[in-house]
């Protein structure tokens, strides 16, 4: 079954900074790999995800990932992390191999914003 | 806003007793998941629905049941409710039910058992 690890449940950056979230996926099959953003007291959002084709993928409020099949890895960046960045962020991929397409969701990783 | 909406925002209620959470997916969508998150399980997929029918099951209790209606929307159903119980509960919908349709996520219902 697939299975996703985000690593680091907390990460602290500087306004301004570069945002790193890391993100690992374990899948026998090639996977279909999501970011989601959760404002607090709010439901999930997408930022971007991965299905075919080009590696790196764009997404919304600046973000991007990039797929690497090689090191099994889908990490979220963005050059410079703004105050309204901070949010729990959570990488996703689909199941796959019985067909079905709900979600397996990692633990997620607290962002905060340095002023 | 997604456009999926679910009702009630909060719920409290006792040890025991049952409960049912409402979703309305975005207009067109024929699927609808349930998730749960909780700070111990973290989120978890619970179940899906295409255009009435169930077409998945995750890591749902036997004291949880959930129907699609004719309409689309749909209802999970809580029974003999314990504190463990207590979460929040995510609707999601999509177009279809395809690996890369996005899932359209609800503001989600708080469910405390007291």
């Known amino acids: 079954a697939q299975s996703v690890t985000q690593l680091g449940s907390h990460v602290s950056v500087s306004e301004g900074a570069l945002v790193l979230l890391r993100c690992n996926y374990s899948?026998?099959?090639?996977?279909?790999l999501f970011w989601y953003v959760q404002y607090p007291n709010q439901g999930l959002q997408l930022l971007l995800k991965?299905?075919?084709?080009?590696?790196l993928v764009k997404g919304i409020n600046g973000f991007e990932a990039e797929f690497k099949k090689s090191e099994t890895s889908f990490h979220l960046t963005k050059p410079s992390a703004h105050m309204s960045d901070a949010a729990e962020y959570f990488c996703?991929?689909?199941?796959?191999?019985?067909?079905?397409?709900?979600?397996?969701f990692g633990t997620g990783t607290r962002l905060t914003v340095i002023p | 806003d997604s456009g999926v909406t679910q009702t009630p925002k909060h719920l409290i209620t006792a040890t025991g007793q049952r409960v049912t959470l409402r979703c309305s997916p975005r207009?067109?969508?024929?699927?609808v998941y349930w998730y749960q998150q909780s700070l111990d399980q973290g989120l978890q997929f619970l179940i899906q629905?295409?255009?009435?029918?169930?077409?998945a099951k995750g890591n749902i209790l036997e004291r949880f049941s959930a129907q699609q209606f004719p309409d689309l929307h749909s209802e999970l159903n809580l029974s003999s409710l314990e504190l463990g119980d207590s979460a929040l509960y995510f609707c999601?919908?999509?177009?279809?039910?395809?690996?890369?349709?996005?899932?359209?996520f609800g503001p989600g219902t708080r469910l405390t058992v007291l």
């Open positions: 999601a919908s999509s177009l279809r039910q395809g690996y890369t349709d996005t899932q359209y």
């Open positions: 899948s026998s099959v090639p996977p279909y």
């Open positions: 991965y299905t075919t084709g080009a590696t």
């Open positions: 996703a991929v689909s199941e796959l191999v019985t067909g079905a397409n709900n979600l397996f």
């Open positions: 207009s067109g969508d024929l699927s």
């Open positions: 629905y295409y255009n009435g029918e169930e077409r």
